[in-house]
């Protein structure tokens, strides 16, 4: 694998000026950034790992894979370089602990330098990985490639009777399939918010109301306690579905601004733009 002729950057002798920038309002927002991975590793997504997130990487057997990983991490400390005007080197991502279990090595991620009140998430999919902040403790968001879905899907234990049965009032083909990743990518962004992912959560007990366009109120339920959340599907190609789950915040979310990251050194891309375009 063509992968360990760079050095994680929390390896090295210097250090990072540790000063806080001073942080932006993001008076209720969420920021969403999207990219188009590279096929292979790029040495600068690579200079901007963490130890952890280089064993990580290590541990990928496929570098497709390899790359779609690195290049989130480095993704993720882009945007927020952008946004904090400090440069992405000195941002340091790590975990939460658990809240279902309290292991630190399945958390939800958080922003260890600087410290700023804001959470964050991060997915990816093939050809898309997205990164997710937004003021306050939770915010989840998932994507995935719309790909043919196994009619088995619609018998095991990931839907609720309701989506079942909006699945298959669906023509079955694109449209159904394009159903099916809905109800998913809303289901994981859920269970991304409340920190726990996908273990210990009764999915087929999450309804996410795939025939309202959103945004729509999800109920999360562990160990006794309920949570509600506002979910909200984002467009950002043709090629994936996704979803942002956050906290409601009255009886309207705020809004929600997408952002296309260029593609990394020596990789084709688009240019940047910037929008309000939740679907």
Known sequence: MPFTHDTPKNTGTGQPSRAAPTTPDLAGAAHIWW??????????????????????????????????????????????????????????????????CGDLGHGPPVIEHPQVPWAVSLSRTAGCGVFALAEGHAIGIDVEEVRPMRRTSLYDSVLTDNERAHLLSLPPGPQRDTGFHRVWTRKEAVVKAAGLGLVGTALNQLETWPARPGPVRVLHTHSGRTTVWSVQDLRLNDHVAAAVARPPCGTTPGPVHIHHLPAPPGQPGAPRTEGNRPS
């Open 35 to 100: 990219w188009q991975p590279p096929q292979q590793v790029v040495p600068d997504d690579l200079a901007l790992l963490g130890t952890d997130e280089f064993h990580r990487a290590l541990g990928l057997l496929a570098e497709r894979d390899v790359a779609a990983f690195v290049h989130t991490r480095a993704g993720a400390r882009r945007a927020l370089s952008e946004l904090l005007l400090v440069p992405p080197q000195t941002i340091e991502l790590g975990r939460r602990r658990c809240p279902g």
